[in-house]
């Protein structure tokens, strides 16, 4: 979790890290009482501001998913599983909905839209990094990318 962010995306870093944490808690992977890492941690491994971790940090803290215990760190809240689930299916669903809509006006069938969403689905790639190969074909209208 949290091992790299995209600087060049139009998301902002500290957005990212944010959604980072968000769907680590969401899937599981970050449970009530895990220790995160400090914020100069963080800063050095994704190399970025500390200004901008601490920033995120404090973002989810007021959203009441983490908590700071002074001298100790930075922890997962408990109860927040469930909430942040259902807010990462809906933020994620309204995203996914406005993308098929705009695939359906640009004249996309609805098979290519699910051969789009498969090839994602199966795709090593996190969130906000580049396009991977197979799905940039797809863009360039050459059919059955492998």
Known sequence: MLSSIDINSSVAVYVQIENHVQFAIASGRLKAGDQLPSVRELSE??????????????????????????????????????????????????????VVAEAKAAGMSKGEVQEVAEKSF?????????????????????????
């Open 45 to 98: 491994r994704l190399g970025v501001n500390p200004n901008t971790v601490a920033k995120a940090y404090r973002d989810l803290e007021v959203m009441g998913l983490l908590y700071t215990r002074r001298g100790m760190g930075v922890f997962v809240n408990k109860g927040i599983e469930a909430k942040c689930r259902e807010d990462c299916r809906k933020r994620i669903i309204g995203r996914m909905h406005e």
């Open 122 to 146: 199966a795709s090593e790639a996190g969130p906000y990094s580049a396009t991977p190969n197979n799905l940039a074909a797809l863009a360039k209208g050459k059919k059955k990318a492998k």
